[in-house]
Nanobody
Framework: VQLQASGGGLAQAGGSLRLSCAAS????????AGWFRQGPGKEREFVAG????????YYADSVKGRFTVSRDNAKNTVYLQMNSLKLEDTAVYYC?????????????WGQGTQVTVSS
């Protein structure tokens, strides 16, 4: 599975962005998916995960209630809607695919997309 993340950019605090992750290669609908991020000087951290059918999701506490992960298997795409952005959401965001939701082992990773939140 090849993954291509897009949609990053500059947003003001309190604003919104939507990230997309387009998959190609093997049948994407057979994989669970997730989003991770790595802020400046920080370790990579989990943000959100979604199962292969899209009917089960879970989130890091830091984004719960503000971010929503979804997928459209017909378009082989996973989304991350980010609302009420905070300065600390600034990071490079990565999408990933794997199996064994919710304890997903992520085997495939896309390149990152930069999200910068300004005051």
């Amino acid at each position: 599975v090849q993954l291509q993340a897009s949609g990053g950019g500059l947003a003001q605090a309190g604003g919104s962005l939507r990230l997309s992750c387009a998959a190609s290669g093997r049948t994407f609908s057979s994989y669970d998916a997730g989003w991770f991020r790595q802020g400046p000087g920080k370790e990579r951290e989990f943000v959100a995960g979604i199962n292969r059918s899209g009917d089960s999701t879970y989130y890091a506490d830091s984004v719960k209630g503000r971010f929503t992960v979804s997928r459209d298997n017909a378009k082989n795409t996973v989304y991350l809607q980010m609302n009420s952005l905070k300065l600390e959401d600034t990071a490079v965001y990565y999408c990933a695919a794997g199996r064994r939701f919710p304890d997903t082992t992520y085997d495939y990773w896309g390149q990152g997309t930069q999200v910068t939140v300004s005051s």
